[in-house]
């Protein structure tokens, strides 16, 4: 049977992927934050999932992953990750720092981990990216900037390993019904509550216009499965592609932002979120 680790398997895309990955005859190292949410994953497919505490931003957790997977693997799922949300100003350093220490660097760090055994595989390599890593939107630059980083690290990483024959693919889900967007308005009004009294001020309206839009978003959020079948797709393909984007409503918005000029994109999105 084939392995695969599956990082941030502890909910949402991750764990549905490794639930899929596994029912499907993938032996899956399913990546959790904590041994009881390695113990609630394992137990609904007592089989093909084996736990493997890592935390992304652990030296200890990273230089222990290969001799945890047993010495083989035959794909990667970079998955893990969470959204920092609030406008630019307003953001702590220290929270910036954070956010590109999980969504980015962690990332490289888990398939720098791997790498070897993939090589020795002929595996592959999966980034789980997303919409806002190819359109940035107010009130998510930090996160839309993560994902963007992801998305330059793969194109490069896919292109240095060719001569090895391990493909690197992008998988660019847009919202996804899953509990970080079912928990996105409480996210923000929490973000709200911490600004200082003038931010408050100065971005008040932005925080009123960027709520109704969030609350359209959900309605739009497509089934996680939906999302956790095209990383299976991009697992399994003979000749994968580069990119997968998961619904037709983000292909269409990709191209129409492709052929929409910057100036008059800004006004549209300014107009949406209170800023003009």
């Known amino acids: 049977m084939p392995t695969v680790l599956v990082t941030g398997a ?5 764990r549905v992927t490794a639930l899929r990955l596994a029912a499907d005859g993938w032996t899956v190292h399913a990546g959790v934050r904590s041994e009881a949410d390695g113990k609630e994953l394992a137990a609904a497919a007592p089989s093909a999932v084996a736990p493997v505490i890592l935390d ?10 290969p001799e945890r997977l047993g010495g083989r693997l035959d794909a990667v799922v970079n998955n893990a990750g969470y959204a920092l949300d609030g406008p630019i100003e307003t953001l702590a350093i220290d929270d910036l720092r954070r956010q590109y220490e999980v969504n980015v660097v962690g990332q490289v760090a888990v398939t720098q981990a791997v790498l070897p055994l993939l090589r020795a595989s002929h595996g ?46 992008l998988v660019e889900p847009g919202p996804v019904s899953t509990d970080m967007w079912h928990g996105a308005l409480d996210q923000h009004e929490a973000t709200l509550a911490a600004l200082s009294p003038e931010h408050r001020e100065l971005y008040g309206q932005t925080f009123e216009n960027s709520r109704k839009v ?31 984007q998961v619904d037709v409503g983000s292909r269409v918005q990709l191209v129409a932002t492709g052929f929409t000029p910057t100036r008059v994109l800004d006004a549209i999105l300014g107009k949406a979120m209170g800023t003009n």
């Open 10 to 14: 502890s909910r949402g895309i991750g």
């Open 56 to 65: 992304v931003t652990s030296a200890a957790d990273l230089a222990a992953l």
């Open 124 to 169: 592959r390599i999966v980034f789980v990216s997303s919409l806002s890593g190819r359109i940035s939107t107010p009130m998510t630059g930090a996160y839309n900037s993560s994902k963007f980083a992801i998305e330059g690290i793969a194109d490069a990483l896919r292109v240095e390993l060719r001569r090895w024959k391990l493909p690197v693919v």
């Open 214 to 244: 969030l609350a359209f978003m959900q309605k739009q959020a497509v089934p996680v499965e939906k999302v956790a079948a095209v990383i299976e797709k991009a697992l399994s393909a003979r000749r994968p592609k580069a990119r997968y």
